[in-house]
T-cell receptor
Framework: GAVVSQHPSWVICKSGTSVKIECRSL??????MFWYRQFPKQSLMLMAT?????????EQGVEKDKFLINHASLTLSTLTVTSAHPEDSSFYIC????????????FGPGTRLTVL | AQSVTQPDIHITVSEGASLELRCNYS??????LFWYVQSPGQGLQLLLK??????LVQGIKGFEAEFKRSQSSFNLRKPSVHWSDAAEYFC????????????FGGGTRVLVKP
């Protein structure tokens, strides 16, 4: 149990376009989901915390207008990178905390975004 | 603020030899502690976790970690490394008081020599 999926697994887009990444908890309900960003050979940096039915909480330095997060249901959170530029190219990973457990995050497989 | 330090960026170990990865954290109270492994281009796999209780924690793939409160450490060990253990390892800390947000260490890349 506690499986998290992401879609797409990789995406290539042109500069200036928007890209949506989905994060789904497949076999549990998640009251809280997190979005991380990982540059090559670096660690994960938390971008934002997403709670179902409420606005996301962004970490300092993360542009909320550029990285739109929607947590519309207990099993789905989306990250939209708006007006993407090459510097937004990165590995984006989501995680989810099962409502029944409450203190452990389960991670998705990640989405590789390349902006040309 | 929480912080996590993994002092070793790279470690090279011979197959069959023991492995120890260091992790030190800074936090006001006892946090939740985790070790994850990541293969290239993949997501994170949880190796083990510590919330409370016995300070020696057993995980998957033969890994164990020991929480030492006095040293603010949570070092990961494996008695005998296999070639498939070559990967990036991340230590992370979280706490319910911080909304269960995780702070990750910088990671340690493990290379296994045949």
């Amino acid at each position: 149990g506690a499986v998290v999926s992401q879609h797409p697994s990789w995406v290539i887009c042109k500069s200036g376009t928007s890209v949506k990444i989905e994060c789904r908890s497949l076999d549990f309900q998640a009251t809280t989901m997190f979005w991380y960003r990982q540059f090559p050979k670096q660690s994960l940096m938390l971008m934002a915390t997403s709670n179902e039915g409420s606005k996301a909480t962004y970490e300092q330095g993360v542009e909320k207008d550029k990285f739109l997060i929607n947590h519309a249901s207990l099993t789905l959170s989306t990250l939209t990178v708006t007006s993407a530029h090459p510097e937004d190219s990165s590995f984006y990973i989501c995680s989810a905390i099962p409502a029944r457990i409450g203190n452990e995050q389960f991670f998705g497989p990640g989405t590789r975004l390349t902006v040309l | 603020a929480q912080s996590v330090t993994q002092p070793d960026i790279h470690i090279t170990v011979s197959e069959g030899a023991s492995l120890e990865l260091r992790c030190n954290y800074s936090y006001g109270a006892t946090p939740y502690l985790f070790w994850y492994v990541q293969s290239p281009g993949q997501g994170l796999q949880l190796l083990l976790k510590y919330f409370s209780g016995d300070t020696l924690v057993q995980g998957i793939k033969g890994f164990e970690a020991e929480f030492k409160r006095s040293q603010s450490s949570f070092n990961l060990r494996k008695p005998s490394v296999h070639w498939s253990d070559a990967a990036e390892y991340f230590c992370a800390v979280g706490a319910k008081a911080a909304g269960n947000k995780l702070t990750f260490g910088g990671g340690t890349r493990v290379l296994v020599k045949p």
